[in-house]
């Protein structure tokens, strides 16, 4: 990669990393592996980024990138889970950067289950269109529309 595509990539992930950062927490639950997952599908994008034509199509490419890590991921994890007698220690969540709001949205989402979640997150969170849902997780628009109704729904019937 010559230094101009170099110095274009380093300005896209100093733009986009905060946007990139909220999908990647919301895909892993946690702020450490969201970092890894976010800097997993940067690689991966810097690698294709000669490749990328269209550079509107920069974020689909990194949140795809990411479904798709956090997936290879979860499959590989558990096949690391061992049943034991022991339960392990788990760290106290420190809640102490987020609001009330933020910590009850977090909640929330988190009682969806995942192509929910996702879909509102992606919809609401990140802005996106219904069409560009559809594109980055491969499904049409018809089960977008669908998916995002159905967990407003839920969403409403739990608080």
């Known amino acids: ?23 990647a927490t919301r895909l892993a639950g946690d702020r450490a592996e969201a970092e890894d997952l976010l800097q997993a ?13 269209d550079r509107a199509a920069v974020d689909g490419y990194v949140r795809r990138a990411m479904v798709n890590t956090q997936i290879s991921w979860w499959r590989r994890r558990k096949l690391d889970i061992y049943p034991t007698d022991r339960v392990p220690d788990r760290p106290v969540e420190d809640h102490t950067d987020r609001s009330e709001m933020h910590d009850a949205l977090g909640r929330a989402l988190d009682r969806l289950p995942k192509r929910q979640r996702l879909a509102v997150m992606l919809r609401y969170y990140e802005d996106m269109s219904e069409r560009e849902i559809a594109e980055v997780l491969g499904i049409s628009v018809g089960t977008v529309k669908s998916t995002v109704s159905r967990a407003m729904t839920r969403l409403r019937e739990l608080y």
């Open 1 to 23: 990669m010559n230094a101009t595509r170099h110095d274009e990539f380093r300005d896209y992930v100093a733009e986009r990393r905060p946007v990139l950062l909220r999908t």
């Open 41 to 53: 599908a940067l690689a991966k994008t810097y690698v294709a980024w000669d490749r990328i034509q």
